[in-house]
């Protein structure tokens, strides 16, 4: 099946692109759409040219899977170059996302129609790369420098009003996208053509403007390089002329394909696709989840029920007073309406999302929802008390899931009817934001249960990452040894305050100890007094030193730093040195770079472990955990990727 097709409707021509799963800028797309140039440039019969994708969208990209090979000809900047220069005049007809490469073929054409729900951007900031085919000289020229420089330095795609609004596209469709835009091509041949968008005229800010945006730009990429590179080429894309800035674009374009942080980047885009999809289960037909219960109504469970209503689920919550349920749906109206006075949802949405919650102290309710999170106190006795009563209300086949983090789901299921439809979903905290969902199957759990929450999963645009049973599962395993670690370098006499610089200027958004003192100190310091007290030898750390002396975080206004009442600022604390200097031995002396290498490395044994004991089945999903539950920073690739040369 060829990947270009052409078809006539009269005097206009459509070319039809068909390169499953994305359209993704192959070598083969690449060389029949500049064939289809050279035929119809060469029709006489032919005024206009629309270009239409079939499948789920318009052209998606260059084809990532090509970048770690060399370039083949015909090049992307080539193609664009001869679309817009045809004879006759190309209009794209976008459908789906046209992003990177796909939307620079889109500014190659005289004109953009896109269906409403259509989005357009250049995302290859989030690859580690720059535009390669023109994004940052043509963007500019289309809709102005500010513009240009929101879409290629963060990456983020414009929905079609947005980007019709910021003169990105020329035309919004409803309904048969061919039909719509072979009616544009109809009335644009009737008026003078546009000039070609490279031939267009740009304004060029002043230093004033380049300077702010760097150091905003600065400060959100936490150190990844592209998005400055990115508007480096935009600055030269505003000052230079048309084809100096094309040779200075991909110039830089080659120079990042090749970069530790591209590479790292296309590990995690690979692996982020991968994750939903396990191989393993690919034959297994999962459940269909029409309607979703949450026992608890806390953080957690409100966090839960606000990602279950986001995806559209009406979704019952269970509480056990009547005073429970009202703060419970409080929770979830809160989450709402802070969303909607940030503006990211309006107010009419937020409403609508708090009413599809319903709550009730009646586990008779569950009688037939397709599934049930509990979220219910760390307790076993508790969560077994849970599952007693789901097990009396619910469907045999329902999907009955825990939110535990540490304790083991085998004891939570015992004496559960039908154990098949029962595992561990651990959510990550706020729910409703954090990527990660460990997915823990016990052993009688069955493939159709595992794989009805891989589908929610990718209901709930959530990262799955499958974990087997252990303390802590994958994610916090590696925590307790990272935070392990970093009191190991505190006690050898590096300073606090210099272990937490060290990991901020390796790419955390905070260290190790700020981090603590943001969350509490006293949920894991109660979780080893649990053990301790069940008699295992749980060695005392340093945070239980500070939680003992009442420094649980910021919360009780200090823990490992001190902080004044009305400042989250950390500040290095006397106290805490007091508390603790029986414990330090001064000695070490570590520079930023050498304590990060150290952290990360004992992350990455840890990861091992973990893999060696089959709890994770790939280094890739150690990396999905670290990144998306944890903060790793993504442009380093996890802690697996990042090390595995010294692996
Ligand atoms: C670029 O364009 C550089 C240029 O400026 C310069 C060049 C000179 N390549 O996400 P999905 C695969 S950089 C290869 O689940 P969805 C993906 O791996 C590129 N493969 O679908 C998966 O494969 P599998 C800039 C790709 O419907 C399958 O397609 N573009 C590519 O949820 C389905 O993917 C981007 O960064 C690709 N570019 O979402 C866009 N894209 O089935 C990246 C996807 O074997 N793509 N695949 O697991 C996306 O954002 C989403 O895929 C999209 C569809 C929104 C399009």
Not at 83 to 106: N, T, Y
Not at 357 to 386: C, H, M, N, P, W
Not at 391 to 396: D, I, Q, S, T, Y
Not at 618 to 639: C, K, M, N, Q, S
Request: with cysteine; hydrophobic share 45%.
């Amino acid at each position: 099946m060829p990947v270009v097709t052409i078809a006539r409707d009269q005097e206009i021509a459509v070319v039809t692109v068909d390169n499953p799963p994305v359209n993704a800028l192959s070598q083969a797309l690449r060389q029949g759409l500049w064939e289809a140039v050279a035929t119809l440039d060469a029709d006489p019969q032919v005024a206009a040219v629309v270009l239409i994708c079939a499948g789920r969208t318009f052209i998606a990209g260059a084809d990532v899977s090509e970048f770690g090979k060399p370039p083949m000809e015909p090049h992307l900047p080539d193609l664009v170059a001869r679309i817009e220069g045809a004879a006759k005049p190309w209009i794209a007809a976008i459908h789906g996302s046209a992003l990177g490469g796909g939307f620079e073929v889109a500014m190659g054409c005289r004109f953009r129609v896109a269906l409403t729900d259509a989005t357009v951007g250049l995302p290859e900031v989030t690859l580690g790369i720059v535009p390669g085919a023109g994004g940052t000289v043509r963007t500019p020229r289309l809709a102005g420098v500010e513009v240009a420089v929101d879409l290629a330095t963060s990456g983020k795609p414009l929905s079609a009003e947005k980007a019709h609004n910021a003169g990105l596209i020329d035309a919004v469709a409803q309904g048969d996208l061919r039909e719509a835009a072979t009616a544009f091509a109809r009335m644009a041949l009737a008026k003078p053509l546009p000039q070609p968008v490279s031939a267009r005229p740009v304004v060029a800010p002043g230093a004033q403007f380049w300077f702010e945006k760097e150091k905003a730009i600065v400060k959100a990429a936490k150190g990844a390089a592209a998005p400055m590179r990115a508007l480096a080429c935009l600055r030269y894309a505003a000052e230079a002329a048309f084809g100096e800035a094309m040779a200075y674009e991909r110039e830089t374009f080659l120079d990042l394909r090749g970069s530790e942080q591209a590479d790292a980047l296309r590990h995690v885009f690979f692996a982020e696709r991968a994750a939903p999809r396990p191989a393993a289960l690919r034959e297994v037909e999962p459940q269909p989840i029409r309607s979703a219960a949450v026992v608890g109504g806390g953080t957690m469970g409100a966090g839960i029920i606000a990602a279950l209503r986001a995806a559209g689920l009406p979704v019952i919550l269970i509480e056990r007073e009547d005073e429970a349920v009202t703060r419970g749906l409080a929770n979830v109206a809160q989450i709402f309406d802070r969303a909607a006075s940030r503006g990211t949802m309006s107010a009419a949405q937020a409403q609508a999302l708090t009413e599809g919650v319903t709550g009730s102290t009646e586990y008779a309710r569950l009688s037939k929802a397709d599934l049930v999170i509990e979220a219910v106190f760390e307790d076993i006795e508790v969560k077994r008390a849970v599952f007693a009563q789901l097990g009396r209300h619910c469907r045999p086949d329902a999907v009955l899931a825990t939110n535990t983090s540490y304790l083991d789901p085998r004891l939570i299921v015992e004496g559960l009817p039908n154990p098949e439809r029962f595992l561990g979903l651990h959510f990550f905290s706020p729910a409703n934001v954090m990527k990660l969902l460990e997915i823990v199957p016990v052993p009688e759990t069955s493939a159709r249960t595992l794989s009805t929450t891989f589908a929610l999963a990718r209901l709930l645009k959530k990262v799955p990452v499958q974990a087997g049973i252990c303390e802590g599962f994958i994610g916090n395993r590696i925590l307790k040894r990272y935070r392990a670690a970093a009191e190991g370098l505190v006690r050898q006499g590096v300073p606090i305050a210099e272990v937490d610089a060290a990991m901020r200027g390796y790419g955390f958004a905070m260290g190790p100890f700020e981090a603590q003192d943001l969350g509490g100190l006293d949920i894991a310091f109660l979780q080893r007094e649990g053990a301790r007290a069940a008699g295992q030898l749980v060695p005392e750390t340093l945070g239980d030193i500070l939680v003992r002396a009442g420094r649980k975080g910021q919360k009780t206004g200090g823990g490992w730093y001190d902080y004044t009442l009305d400042e989250r600022r950390p500040v290095p604390s006397a106290t805490v040195m007091e508390l603790l200097c029986a414990e330090i031995t001064p000695g070490v002396e570590l520079a930023h770079p050498a304590i990060a290498t150290a952290l990360v490395n004992e992350m990455a044994a840890e990861g091992q472990a973990i893999l060696d004991e089959g709890i994770a089945d790939t280094p890739a999903d150690i990396d999905l955990v670290e990144i998306h539950g944890y903060g790793f920073p993504r442009w380093r690739g996890g802690p697996m990727f990042a090390t595995r040369a010294r692996r």
